[in-house]
């Protein structure tokens, strides 16, 4: 099996830089697998190393076997969503935790499932194949909830337009492809945002996405349960995130389990909203023997040159913890 490599790591040197191991021995595991270009550049930086590669896209994962072949005696591939992987993980405390929360290029230029807006595909959007996909849930949405949906995950100021236009089409014939959703939201939009710097589109396809694949309340779960199997001799978990959603709930997750303050009004818990309100279960890291500490104050974000060599990159935030054994009189 040859394949062209389409997704290019972002961050690369700063994932290396902070998940770099002293020793020379130690266990990572690569949470959001991927194509494994992060989990190859740390491999090579360390010829003991041993990665768990998690990802739950069976077709990625035949990809990432390919692309990581030269390291095959040193990687494990595992088929399942990272929550429910870390939720059973019972193996050896891991040295270093990676999420990387992106979707890779290959899923937006090679998958065919409908992910981007710019072609035309049967829009399912699903990452494990299972589930409601992208079609169904437009289908069976009320114009309230697909209204509360696409402004709550996409951030789309004009998301009871939008939620309208599609309840409309959709009494006509069921809405099938992506190219004919992308085309219901573009004329749904006044005319000056279709001019905008982002296809009108955007915004919508990001919201159907996350709710596609329940993100939100997935990397809650998963955030809690990777810390608390973190390895406590300078364990280092860290993510990258790709909109203020995601990266909203790494920095309370990591904020809460070194015992900082987190304002009431940040938290997402009192809100009724189904689709914008994840779940933090972080009362068990208060309860550990260790005491964590956030290593980033503030996101790194990636530089100027790497924002236009890579334009992936451009939203990317990538925050980093630490997990050590209390000191005693600690």
């Not at 390291?71 to 019972?90: K, L, M, P, T």
């Not at 994840?278 to 990636?302: C, D, W």
């Amino acid at each position: 099996m040859s394949l062209d490599r389409t997704h290019r790591p972002v961050l690369a040197n700063e994932v290396r830089e902070w998940l770099r191991l002293e020793r020379s021995s130690g266990l990572l595991v690569d949470s959001t697998l991927g194509e494994g270009g992060h989990s190859a550049l740390l491999l090579s930086d360390n010829p003991s190393l041993r990665v768990i590669g998690v990802d739950v896209d069976p077709v990625i994962l035949e990809r990432a076997r390919v692309l990581l072949g030269d390291y095959a005696g040193r990687v494990d591939f595992v088929h399942r969503w990272f929550d429910d992987f870390w939720a059973n993980y019972i193996g050896p405390a891991p040295d270093r935790i990676l999420f990387d929360l992106g979707i890779s290029t290959f899923h937006f230029e090679g998958s065919g499932r409908g992910f981007s807006f710019s072609g035309e595909e049967p829009l399912d959007m699903r990452l494990s194949g299972e589930g409601r996909s992208a079609a169904q849930l437009l289908q069976t949405e009320n114009e309230s909830q697909l209204a509360d949906m696409i402004f709550e995950l996409g951030g789309e100021r004009y998301s009871r337009r939008i939620a309208r236009a599609i309840c409309d089409a959709r009494n006509a014939s069921p809405i099938e492809t992506s190219g004919e959703l992308a085309g219901i939201v573009r004329r749904a939009v006044p005319a000056a945002a279709r001019r905008g710097r982002l296809h009108p589109a955007t915004r919508t396809f990001q919201a159907l996405r996350i709710a596609v694949n329940s993100e939100l309340d997935r990397i809650s779960r998963a955030l809690t349960n990777a810390l608390l199997r973190l390895s406590p001799d300078g364990g280092r978990l860290a993510v990258i995130s790709f909109h203020s959603l995601e990266d909203r709930i790494v920095k309370w997750t990591f904020r809460r389990a070194a015992g900082m303050h987190v304002p009431h009004d940040e938290e997402a818990e009192g809100s009724t909203s189904r689709w914008n309100a994840p779940k933090f279960e972080t009362g068990a890291l208060s309860r550990e023997s260790v005491q964590y500490r956030v290593l980033t104050k503030k996101p790194v974000v990636p530089d100027e040159s790497e924002k236009r060599e890579n334009a992936p990159s451009r939203s990317a935030k990538f925050r980093v913890i630490e997990k050590n054994r209390k000191s005693n009189g600690e």
